[in-house]
Every structure is written in structure tokens, then in C-alpha cells.
């Protein structure tokens, strides 16, 4: 039997899943859907058309409907957050989340047996949280140690677990099936971190709100910005380039 408390992280993992990708939503030029024109040979040649996608129609919608739910909604509510919030405030905000963000970075470094990777991001946490005011302020930076990223599905990855076939995933935007069940996972963590902190659940709500709103502000990607017909396979192919670089590395 689900108990009130595990009920409520579930849900806020969840928002958090759902609000806090909203990291790749764009900008809507056009109220079609991109037109059905022939793929040119040049991009078929480098592979775009070639990769996974059984899924395509309902990717295509959810694309259009992400790019939707961005002109009308997410872009007007960073746009307001931008208007009223100090630039000074906003880094701070940034650095923050970011701060919280080692987290999930130590574990899956540790995950893929990262030892030096390990040892940066925990540097990293200390020294910013603690000189740099829970975060608020990135000391580690200007001392020459820069961020690193790991994700769950970069984990996966590592492992040899196959990214799976695309994914537009509604808010979220693109990704894979590893890749969307590693976001999950990492959501789910860090919001069983931050239940620690004993927030009233209308605060859990309010720092997954503002960090929604952070991370799409810190993302200048605009839907259908590109002014090319095969945007959406574009975006499939340097996502899925993108992974496979990050997974090797």
C-alpha cells in the first residue's frame, strides 16, 4: 500500500518530469505542421532519415504540440519571470539549480565507475555550496574546476543499453526510450532529495515551477526557428548524434 508521503513525491516527480523538461520547447512560426516534402538526398545520405523512429506520427504531433504549448504558454511565462527578476537574481537562480544538479551528476559518474569525473562534481557541490551560499554562487568555476554532465541514460548507455527508438516526449521534447526512462529516474531522485528538506508540499511545488521556468529561460532554442521544412528531422539527428557523443565521452 502506497503511503501519503511516497503518493506525494510520486506526483511531484512527475510535475517535475513534465514541467521541468521544458527545456526544448521553441517558438512557433507557422500554425501547420511542417509540410510532407521529399527528404533532399543530402540529408538522407548523412543518415537523418535512417534512424529510429517507429514511432513517427506520434512524435510529429508531439513536436507540434510542444512547439504549441511554447508560444502560448512556457515562453510567456519566462518572458515575465525575465521582466520582473534582476539579472543578478536570475544567475543566482541558475546557479542553484545547477548546484542540485551535481547530484545526479556524482551518482551516475560513480554509476559508471567515473572515479576523477566523481571527485570533480563532489568538489563542486562542497566548495558551491557551502562558500557559494548553497549554490547562489559558482566559486568552483573560477577556480578553474568546471561542471561535468551525467545522466541516468548516459548510465544506460555506458552500459550498452541501446538508446531505443525516438521520442518526443510531450513538454519534455526530444529523446529516446533509455533516454526518457533515465530522465525519470534522475527525476525521481532528486525530488527524493529535496523531500528530505521537509518542504510543504506547495514549496516542493514552487522550486519545481521555478526551476521549470529556469531551465527553458537558459535554452535559446525556438520550434520551426530553423526556416527549414525538415526541421523535425534535423532535431532527430543531432539528438541522437548529440547522445552518442555524450555517452562516449
Not at 6 to 23: D, E, K, P, V, Y
Not at 117 to 122: S, Y
Not at 209 to 233: C, H, M, Q, T
Request: net charge negative.
Amino acid at each position: 500500500m502506497m503511503t501519503l508521503k511516497q503518493f506525494r513525491n510520486l506526483s511531484l516527480a512527475t510535475l517535475a518530469l513534465l514541467l521541468g523538461a521544458c527545456s526544448a520547447t521553441p517558438e512557433l512560426e507557422a500554425d501547420a505542421i511542417e509540410p510532407v516534402l521529399p527528404m533532399p538526398e543530402n540529408l538522407a545520405e548523412n543518415g537523418i532519415s535512417k534512424n529510429n523512429d517507429p514511432w513517427e506520427g506520434f512524435n510529429r504531433r508531439s513536436y507540434y504540440f510542444n512547439a504549441k504549448a511554447d508560444q502560448y504558454v512556457i515562453l510567456p511565462v519566462v518572458s515575465g519571470y525575465q521582466w520582473i527578476t534582476p539579472e543578478l537574481v536570475q544567475d543566482g537562480v541558475t546557479n542553484f539549480f545547477s548546484n542540485l544538479g551535481e547530484i545526479t551528476t556524482f551518482m551516475n559518474s560513480v554509476l559508471q565507475f567515473k572515479g576523477e569525473r566523481a571527485m570533480t562534481t563532489a568538489f563542486r557541490f562542497a566548495t558551491n555550496t557551502t562558500i557559494g551560499l548553497l549554490g547562489v554562487w559558482d566559486p568552483a568555476t573560477k577556480m578553474g574546476v568546471y561542471k561535468e554532465k551525467e545522466d541516468f541514460g548516459q548510465t544506460l548507455g555506458y552500459w550498452g543499453v541501446n538508446s531505443g527508438p525516438y521520442l518526443v516526449i510531450p513538454l519534455l521534447g526530444p529523446s529516446s526510450a533509455r533516454d526518457g526512462f533515465g530522465t525519470l529516474v534522475d527525476t525521481l531522485v532528486y525530488n527524493a532529495l529535496i523531500s528530505e528538506l521537509d518542504m510543504k508540499t506547495e514549496e516542493e511545488l514552487a522550486l519545481s515551477l521555478l526551476r521549470a521556468i529556469d531551465a527553458r529561460k537558459n535554452v535559446p532554442f525556438r520550434y520551426y526557428g530553423s526556416g527549414s521544412a525538415f526541421e523535425y528531422e534535423m532535431i532527430r539527428f543531432l539528438y541522437f548524434r548529440a547522445r552518442e557523443i555524450a555517452v562516449q565521452r
